[in-house]
């Protein structure tokens, strides 16, 4: 079973603030998803990554596949209240579309 | 983007009830659809594959006899909750699609 190790596992800043989040793991994975989910609704993709060292900009998101392959990261530039949420990272199995999630880090931005 | 639908968003039955949760693709065919539980402030839990046309397979821990699973259409696969307790109180999300995987707005049980 493929393990992700995600951290921090709670993050609570104020607005205008950088963090980052860390999705890491021993094995080698042909690609990495990044979700967002708020309260009571289901998650909500943000990027793919799939070639080592890719970095993928989504406005203020900045996202990191390693070289190997095995971690990811994600950067917040000045975050907002907005971005408040619970931040996934998951990769897929050998069956096909199946998924296995970090632990998530639950993200607050406080005004 | 493709659309995966729930139906119900939240239900409360008494205990020893049965619940079924529908999860439907709007504008794709899926032969496979995922089961997920989630529990407060945690991610999200594999509970099983849904297969069209034959057995869910489910992961190490997932009673299978428990959580029913039929995937009779292309668009529809339903879980059910049998002979509900309170500790099978979560909420439960569905996932389906290709390349990508979209999840449905999931359905909040509480079993009282």
């Known amino acids: 079973t493929q393990l992700l190790e995600q951290s921090p596992q709670f993050l609570s800043i104020q607005e205008g603030e950088n963090l980052t989040v860390y999705c890491n793991s021993s094995?080698?994975?042909?690609?990495l998803q990044w979700y967002r989910q708020e309260p009571g609704e289901g998650p909500v993709l943000l990027v793919t990554?799939?070639?080592?060292?890719e970095v993928k900009k989504l406005k203020r998101l900045t996202f990191q596949f390693g070289d190997a392959r095995k971690d990811s990261s994600l950067h917040i530039t000045a975050a907002q209240p907005g971005d408040t949420g619970l931040y996934l990272c998951?990769?897929?199995?050998?069956?096909?579309?199946?998924?296995?999630f970090g632990q998530g880090t639950i993200l607050t931005v406080h005004p | 983007g493709a659309v995966v639908s729930q139906h119900p968003s939240r239900v409360i039955c008494k205990s020893g009830t049965s619940v079924k949760i529908e999860c439907r693709s709007l504008d794709f065919q899926a032969t496979t659809m995922f089961w997920y539980r989630q529990f407060p402030k945690q991610s999200l839990m594999l509970m099983a594959t849904?297969?069209?046309?034959?057995?869910?397979?489910?992961e190490q821990g997932v009673e299978k006899d428990k959580f029913l699973i039929n995937h009779a259409s292309l668009t529809l696969s339903t879980l059910t909750v049998t002979s509900a307790h309170p500790e099978d109180s979560s909420f439960y999300i569905c996932?389906?699609?290709?390349?990508?995987?979209?999840f449905g707005p999931g359905t909040r049980l509480l079993v009282l």
């Open positions: 990554v799939v070639t080592g060292g």
């Open positions: 996932s389906a699609g290709r390349e990508t995987q979209y």
């Open positions: 998951a990769a897929g199995g050998t069956s096909y579309g199946k998924l296995t």
């Open positions: 849904s297969n069209e046309g034959s057995k869910a397979t489910y």
């Open positions: 094995s080698v994975f042909s690609s």
